[in-house]
């Protein structure tokens, strides 16, 4: 079991940056590959970014790419998210999750993950 919690949400305009962590906790986080879902209202969850247990792998959805950076810091069991140029369409509530991972690889979809953090919301206002 690995817990996941979010921090880093909150209210930007156009063109802003922020910058998501989710601190894991419970289990040994290099073990995991993690990776960030948003979901706004009305839509499904959809893939942000993955990042492999070692931090070599990562990958974006073409809606992000150049805009977003994932990150890891395995000693502080953390990953982050830095979001650059903020538009009103990123506007949602962003998870966290992790899951086991023995080799060097990102997931890209929500089933492949087992634990899920309870999310931080993120609005950019126009």
């Known amino acids: 079991q690995v817990q996941l919690v979010e921090s880093g949400g909150g209210l930007v305009q156009a063109g802003g940056s922020l910058r998501l962590s989710c601190a894991a906790s419970g289990r040994t986080f290099t073990n995991y590959a993690m990776g960030w879902f948003r979901q706004a209202p009305g839509k499904e969850r959809e893939f942000v970014s993955a990042i492999s247990s070692s931090g070599v792998s990562t990958d974006y959805a073409d809606s992000v790419k150049g805009r977003f950076t994932i990150s890891r810091d395995n000693a502080k069991n953390t990953v982050y998210l830095q979001m650059n140029s903020l538009q009103p369409e990123d506007t949602a509530v962003y998870y966290c999750?992790?899951?086991?991972?023995?080799?060097?690889?990102?997931?890209?979809?929500?089933?492949?993950?087992?634990?899920w953090g309870q999310g931080t919301q993120v609005t950019v206002s126009s």
């Open positions: 999750a992790a899951r086991v991972s023995a080799n060097n690889y990102y997931y890209t979809r929500p089933r492949d993950y087992n634990y």
